[in-house]
């Protein structure tokens, strides 16, 4: 009898165990991370171009993780992509004149929002509009350039 | 028995096993019902078949994630992508590492036993004594058995999972020095819940475990009375158990994507 | 070969709990019954003896319905075991116990769980009523004291006396003993005469017991049937039948190696097989 009750308790621990690395696993190493995040207030920008940005794709302010985009639109009239930026509570002291870009972590690594701080002493509120943008850095447009301009990579390589 | 003729095409043979099988599933299912009253049986063969792999599950699980890590770390490192290291572990666990190892070590480690369980319950009359009993063996031996290996899989793909995870972040944030922060966020902006955490952890783990315990099931329970018998059988079992696996994980992937 | 036997079961045929009529089977081929008649008295103890591979155990097991047979007739207790439903069958082996020849005992639990194991799977006695009738039982076979080991802990004997307490744990109308003295010493083997016929005496079961051990059965059964070549060749009174005379009981129990049962399993020419023949 004892025995029994024993593997009920060990096989309930067991299954608990399982629940909880899902939970886990779901919750902490997911995309829900970022969903779940409280308050927040909303940002607009358009660009250009936003190469190979996706949606949640995260905000930064100096490196920092400060929002995700929430939506990526296209304006019929302008032909402009409007991206709208859902960015934490905490963060509601970034000056209105900042500036928002299309950055790449590393050479091929995905593509992120960077905000650059401004000067103004107003901040930006719900609903505003980045002004300032720059859209993303095409690796195409860059070898292209490099093709036109010559090599000059051909230096560096010699030297070894 | 010709065992021995039959061991030069083990191959073959195990691809003959995962049909046979296939059809002793009708059989099972049609004790399903019965074997809901042997609750506490279920519970008992889910501590066998679930909880006494978890050792070996979370060490395994811990090192897959480790080296993965250390191995992606110096291929993204050539392109300066190493802040991705996070994300391309959780991804390769949960998509494929994660079931596909999970399940072959809980044919080595589970299925095999469930399988010289049976099959030795076969050869000491043990079975026939329940049929003489009253007591069906399909319905109190074999099928909680069955369904305890379908509800421990996908648990101990967790487990594993998340130990890989925790092993993936040993290595690249504590040992290699990517920043915590970093690591973290390009994960969760990378990885969907139900992409590759339901697909992959819980579908194919599910799967995986359905497949490798009907497999060591019906091993057991098809097994010739004899000490030659039941060691042959398991050995099928992971052989057979191990062909399922890997096509099946192929057809999942191809039908997921 | 049969003709040299009159009236092959002479045996009572008015209150049987087991008929057998005409059975025949086959296995691959090789005829182990052929036209089998037999009854088994209600509430005796009838002893059924055989060279070893004639198809005592296969005959119990046609009983209990394990192994259907080819064709003929078996009836327990008025009902076609052939033609019984699985829920029918399982409700047949409730009333009769069958001591396998290799006691079969459940490995995963102890001794007092597998006494209990059929009470458990039948019915919801309150553990206590378990307990009592488990003890009970476990004192009748004299290992009470054992009711805490495990399977692999016992003797050979010991199981074999584990498992006959747990075939009489409902008390059946019908118990089948697979050589229950096989491996018993003589105190041992006393205990589980005198149990068998206690049983059979004060609860009225009626018992049918596969041995070779003529003494034994002489002690306890009342009628011997002696089955060869796929029929019934004697029957008897267990202290007579050793010298009604005829061919069969004469080489059985005189353990004569050669007469009408042949020692060898059916084979071809040996001096062929070996390569002898073309020489020879
Ligand atoms: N499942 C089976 N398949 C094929 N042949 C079988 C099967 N079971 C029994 N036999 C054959 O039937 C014959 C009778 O077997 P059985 O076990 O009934 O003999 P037995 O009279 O109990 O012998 P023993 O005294 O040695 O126990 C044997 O020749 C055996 O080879
Ligand atoms: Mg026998």
Redesign the interface.
């Known amino acids: 009898m004892t025995q029994r009750r024993s593997y009920a308790v060990g096989t309930g621990l067991f299954i608990v165990l399982g629940f909880a690395a899902l939970a886990y696993l779901a919750t902490q190493t997911t995309s829900l991370v970022n969903v779940r995040h409280g308050d927040s207030y909303t940002l607009k920008a358009r660009f250009t171009n936003i190469g190979q940005l996706k949606d949640r794709a995260p905000v930064k302010l100096a490196g920092v993780r400060i929002g995700s985009v929430q939506s990526i639109q296209l304006e019929p009239q302008k032909l402009d992509a409007l991206v709208t930026l859902s960015i934490d509570k905490r963060f509601n002291q970034i000056p209105e004149d900042s500036s928002a870009s299309v950055l790449t972590s590393g050479l091929l690594g995905d593509q992120y929002i960077g905000i650059q701080p401004g000067g103004s002493p107003d901040s930006f509120k719900n609903g505003d509009e980045v002004i300032l943008t720059q859209s993303a850095v095409q690796l195409e447009d860059l070898i292209g350039k490099f093709l036109v301009n010559g090599s000059p990579g051909d230096k560096d390589k010699k030297k070894p | 028995m010709n065992a021995r003729v039959k061991r030069r095409n083990l191959v073959v043979e195990g691809l003959a096993q995962i049909g046979d099988a296939g059809l002793f599933l009708p059989t099972l299912l049609a004790a399903m019902p019965r074997s809901l009253r042997y609750f506490?049986e279920i519970?008992?063969q889910?501590?066998f078949t679930?909880?006494m792999s978890?050792i070996i599950i979370m060490t395994c699980g811990l090192f897959v994630g480790m080296v993965l890590a250390l191995q992606l770390y110096h291929v993204?490192e050539i392109?300066?992508?190493?802040?991705?290291t996070g994300t391309v572990v959780?991804l390769s666990v949960?998509r494929e590492l994660g079931p596909v190892v999970t399940a072959l070590l809980f044919a080595g480690r589970a299925g095999t036993s469930i399988t010289a369980e049976i099959g030795?319950?076969r050869a000491?009359?043990?079975l026939?004594?329940?049929?003489?009993?009253?007591?069906?063996p399909v319905a109190y031996v074999v099928t909680p058995r069955f369904i305890a290996g379908i509800?421990?899989m996908?648990?101990?793909c967790?487990?594993f999972?998340?130990m890989a995870?925790f092993g993936g972040h040993l290595v690249g944030v504590t040992w290699l020095g990517i920043d915590n922060?970093t690591f973290?966020?390009?994960?969760?902006?990378?990885?969907?819940?139900w992409k590759?955490?339901?697909d992959g952890?819980?579908w194919k783990g599910l799967a995986f475990g359905t497949v490798v315990t009907l497999i060591s099931v019906h091993q057991g329970y098809t097994t010739p009375p004899t000490s030659e018998g039941v060691a042959y059988a398991t050995t099928r079992t992971v052989v057979a158990s191990s062909i399922a696996i890997l096509a099946l994980d192929f057809v999942l992937t191809a039908f997921m994507m | 070969m049969t003709d040299a036997i009159a009236s092959p079961d002479s045996a009572p045929t008015g209150d049987a709990l087991v008929r057998v009529r005409g059975l025949t089977t086959r296995f691959s081929g090789r005829t182990v019954f052929d036209g089998l008649d037999l009854d088994i008295p209600r509430g005796k103890i009838t002893a059924i003896m055989g060279p070893s591979g004639t198809g005592k155990t296969t005959l119990l097991k046609h009983i209990t319905g394990q192994t259907p047979a080819d064709a003929g007739e078996l009836l327990v207790d008025g009902e076609d075991v052939a033609k019984l439903s699985r829920e029918g069958l399982f409700k047949l082996r409730e009333r009769v116990g069958y001591l396998f020849q290799n006691s079969a005992l459940l490995t995963d639990f102890d001794v007092f769980e597998n006494v209990a194991f059929p009470l458990r799977q039948h019915t919801r006695l309150p553990e206590e009523l378990i307990r009592d009738i488990v003890l009970n039982k476990l004192q009748a076979v004299g290992l009470r004291g054992a009711s805490r080991l495990m399977p692999s802990e016992l003797s050979g004997g010991m199981a074999r006396r584990v498992a006959l307490a747990r075939a009489i744990v409902f008390d059946p109308m019908l118990i089948l003993y697979d050589e229950p003295f096989v491996g018993l010493d003589p105190i041992a083997l006393n205990q589980v005469l005198k149990l068998i016929r206690t049983l059979n005496e004060t609860l009225g079961i009626t018992s049918v017991l596969v041995a070779h051990e003529l003494a034994a059965i002489q002690q306890i059964a009342d009628r011997v049937v002696l089955i060869a070549n796929g029929k019934v060749v004697a029957s008897g009174d267990p202290k007579e039948i050793a010298n009604d005379g005829s061919p069969w009981t004469r080489q059985f129990f005189g353990g004569e190696p050669d007469g009408p049962v042949p020692f060898h399993y059916p084979a071809g020419d040996y001096a062929a097989e070996l390569g002898l023949g073309e020489t020879a």
């Open positions: 506490r519970v008992r889910i501590w679930g909880a978890l993204l392109f300066g992508g190493t802040a991705s959780a949960y030795l319950m000491t009359d043990q026939s004594a329940m049929e003489m009993m009253a007591v069906d509800i421990a996908p648990l101990l967790c487990v999972s998340a995870i922060g973290w966020s390009n994960m969760t902006s990378n990885v969907e819940v590759d955490v339901i952890v819980i």
